[in-house]
């Protein structure tokens, strides 16, 4: 049972556009939200998180934006950079427990 | 400031043989937890601990065993190693076991091969 989806396995966006991941779930206890980002060899690298109380959230050119009624985030990069060529995780939790669950990643392709 | 560290980075091991992964959180975090992520999944929870104890398990067998020691670092043993349990081991720490803005942060990992 998949509680958390990503839909599309992968996205190709030309640099300085806008790049948009998206993530769906199904527990309605996930009250909090993240993204993370991962190179090869390496580990996921916290981007930007979002509390269930609010609808978006915003840190720099990464904006993450929820809708409750539909079970649905998004992640916004502008304008893309080759940099952001990485695959991309969403991860749901309900804050009173103690583990996430990732979906199965989206790998972005920023094209120079 | 170090980030989690996790070794070995990479090992070999047959099928029916033990391992031990080993982790250290960032300065000050008090909460590690490990997760396994196969190729083309993302990374699934195995265990949670904080303060030295465990706080959650995920949906693995008791083949996999984990620890927490007194400076907070863990170690994973996985024993009778299945072709299966190749993936790799993610660490991660936190200041606290959840929560919100209790953001999870991840070492390199360690690629276990079972041969």
Not at chain 1, 27 to 53: Q, R, V
Not at chain 1, 103 to 110: D, F, I, N
Not at chain 2, 6 to 21: A, D, M, N, W, Y
Not at chain 2, 39 to 66: C, M, T, V, W
């Amino acid at each position: 049972d998949q509680q958390v989806k990503q839909n599309s396995p992968s996205l190709s966006v030309q640099e300085g556009r806008i790049s948009i991941l998206n993530c769906d779930y199904t527990n309605s206890m996930f009250d909090y939200f993240l993204w993370y980002k991962k190179y090869p060899a390496e580990g996921p690298t916290f981007l930007i998180s979002i509390s269930s109380i609010k609808d978006k959230n915003e840190d720099g050119r990464f904006t993450v934006f929820l809708n409750k009624s539909a079970k649905h985030l998004s992640l916004h990069i502008v304008p893309s950079q080759p940099g952001d060529s990485a695959v991309y995780f969403c991860a749901a939790t309900d804050s009173g427990t103690y583990k996430y669950i990732f979906g199965t990643g989206t790998r972005l392709k920023v094209l120079a | 400031d170090a980030g989690v560290t996790q070794s070995p980075t990479h090992l070999i091991k047959t099928r029916g043989q033990q391992v031990t992964l080993r982790c250290s959180p960032i300065s000050g975090h008090k909460s590690v937890s490990w997760y396994q992520q196969v190729l083309g999944q993302g990374p699934q929870f195995i265990f949670q601990y904080y303060e030295k104890e465990e706080r959650g398990r995920g949906n693995f067998p008791d083949r996999f065993s984990a620890r927490q020691f007194p400076n907070y670092s863990s170690e994973l043993n996985v024993n009778a190693l299945l072709l299966g349990d190749s993936a790799l081991y993610l660490c991660a720490s936190s200041h606290l076991p959840s929560g919100r803005d209790n953001e999870q942060f991840f070492g390199p990992g360690t690629r276990l091969t079972v041969l």
